[in-house]
C-alpha cells in the first residue's frame, strides 16, 4: 500500500506515467490506498493490543507511549530537513509550521494541506487521532465484530457526503481524522472475526475475486474527491486483509516484503523529502526523462528510508522506551518491587 501511494504522489508531483492506461488509471486513484492503510492500522492493533486491559490508566499510558516512541523521532527529523533544504515558505506559512507540526494537528486544518510535507502528514494527525480512540473502542466494543456495522454506517456516510459535496476542498473529507475512524474500526472489527475466514472454501479462489474486485472497486470509486467509494472500498480492504493474515503465499511471505514493511513508515515520511526534489528537477530541467527521475526518487526514498529505520528510528524509539522504564523504575517504591 505505502508503494502504491508513492506511485500515486509521483504521477501526481511530476506527471510519472508507465504508459499502459489501465494501470495509469489505477495509480491515479492510488491516494484510495491510504483507506487500506488506516483499515490495516486498526487490524495491526487489535493482534498486537486487542487484550490489552484498558481499564488500567498505566496501560493506556504505555500504549500511548509506545505509539509516541515509534511515530514521533522519524516524524519529527523528516519534517525538520523538509523545512531547512526546501524553504521556499512565507513568513505566514513557516508560523502555521510552527504553531501546528509540533503537536501534529495539520490534518484538521485544511490550510496546512498545501504546505510542504503536511500534504502527506495529515495521515500522522489521523493515526494519532485513532490511536487515541483506540483504548476506548476496545473497552466500548468489548472487542465484538459489531463493530463492522458501526463502520459501515461511518462509510455511508463519508460516501454520501463526498459524492454530494464534490465541490469542497479535498481535506475536508478526505484528509480530515474524524471521517477515518470507518477505516480503522472495519480494521478491528475484521481482526475479531479473523477466525472465520480461516477454513473458508475455495479460499484461494475468493482471496483472487477479492483483490481484482478491490482493484476494479479504487480504479472506479477511487475518483476524486476519493471517498464517494468508501462504503465499497473500505470493507473491501478488511476482507483482503485478513485473507492476507491467513495466506501461505510466497507472494506475501517474503524477506524482502517483511523488510519493506518494517521500513515502509520511514519510506512514506522520506519520499516527499526525495518527491519534492524531482519535482524541481524536472521544473528546471524539463528534457529530463521522467522515468529516470522516477527511479532516482525511488532509489533515494528507498536508501534514505532504510538507514533511518536502522540508525535513527529503531535507536530512537528503544532509547525513549528505555528511558521511561528506567524512569519508573527509580520512582518505584518496595512495595512495588
Known amino acids: 500500500m505505502a508503494f502504491v501511494v508513492f506511485l500515486f504522489h509521483c504521477r501526481f508531483h511530476f506527471d510519472w506515467k508507465v504508459g499502459l492506461k489501465v494501470v495509469d488509471d489505477l495509480i491515479l486513484n492510488g491516494a484510495t490506498f491510504m483507506t487500506g492503510f488506516f483499515v490495516l492500522s486498526g487490524f495491526i492493533m487489535s493482534h498486537v493490543y486487542g487484550h490489552t486491559d484498558f481499564s488500567s490508566r498505566e496501560n493506556i499510558f504505555h500504549f500511548y507511549l509506545k505509539r509516541f516512541a515509534k511515530i514521533y523521532p522519524t516524524y519529527a527529523l523528516s519534517t525538520i530537513i523538509y523545512f531547512i533544504f526546501l524553504h521556499d515558505f512565507t513568513f505566514n506559512q513557516m508560523s502555521l509550521v510552527f504553531v501546528n507540526d509540533p503537536f501534529l494537528v495539520q490534518g484538521f486544518f485544511r490550510n496546512m494541506f498545501d504546505i510542504g510535507i503536511n500534504g502527506g502528514t495529515w495521515s500522522l494527525t489521523v493515526e494519532i487521532f485513532l490511536y487515541f480512540l483506540f483504548p476506548f473502542l476496545i473497552l466500548l466494543s468489548a472487542k465484538s465484530p459489531k463493530l463492522l456495522i458501526g463502520s459501515l454506517l461511518i462509510a455511508l456516510i463519508t460516501s454520501f457526503n463526498s459524492f454530494t459535496n464534490q465541490s469542497e476542498s479535498i481535506t475536508d473529507i ?21 477466525e472465520k475466514f480461516k477454513y473458508i472454501k475455495f479460499g484461494k479462489l475468493l482471496h483472487l475475486v477479492v483483490v481484482i474486485s478491490l482493484l476494479c472497486a ?77 527511479l532516482a526518487v525511488l532509489a533515494v526514498s528507498f536508501a534514505v528510508s532504510a538507514l533511518s529505520y536502522h540508525l535513527w528510528e529503531e535507536r530512537m524509539r528503544k532509547l525513549i522506551l528505555l528511558r521511561y522504564s528506567r524512569k519508573a523504575s527509580d520512582n518505584c517504591n518496595p512495595l512495588c518491587q
Open 218 to 294: 479504487c480504479g472506479v470509486l477511487g475518483k476524486a474527491p476519493y471517498m464517494f467509494g468508501q462504503f465499497v472500498i473500505i470493507p473491501l480492504f478488511g476482507i483482503w486483509i485478513v485473507m492476507v493474515y491467513h495466506s501461505n503465499s510466497r507472494i506475501y511471505n517474503n524477506k524482502a516484503f517483511v523488510y519493506f514493511g518494517s521500513i515502509s513508515y520511514s519510506f512514506y515520511l522520506y519520499q516527499f523529502i526525495s518527491m519534492e526534489t524531482g519535482k524541481r528537477l524536472t521544473r528546471a530541467y524539463p528534457d529530463l526523462s521522467l522515468g529516470y527521475v522516477f
Open 174 to 194: 478526505y484528509a480530515n481524522p474524524v471521517f477515518r475512524v470507518a477505516d480503522f474500526m472495519c480494521g478491528m472489527g475484521f481482526y475479531s472475526l479473523k
